[in-house]
């Protein structure tokens, strides 16, 4: 779900993912199984920033979990650089790769 202040990231709007939820679209899909949501933050220094990014991706998770059942039960945000934030949170999936295998090289 996109939530951060930043065009470069992307993914559905709480809105868009709000009315595809409500077309029915999902439960055609018989095989597929929804665990829970996953955001990036706001690419910053911030700490404020990315803390409201983090609150309102919670706010969201727990709003769709009981319309989501049992098995909804992942909230994936934090990265090497703020996970521990994300933990604050509840994050039950942190992406660490850079923190474990170090930067990129393009």
Known sequence: ???????????????????YLASGALQQ?????????????????DEAVVRGDFQRIRDIFEELKPQCGAEFDTLSIGMSDDYPIALEYGSTMVRIGTAIFGQREY
Do not use: C, F, P
């Open 29 to 45: 899909m018989k095989h597929v199984r929804v665990r829970g949501v996953m955001t990036i933050a706001t690419n910053t220094d």
């Open 1 to 19: 779900v996109h939530v951060a202040q930043e065009q470069s990231k992307s993914g559905w709007s709480y809105d868009e993912l709000q009315h």
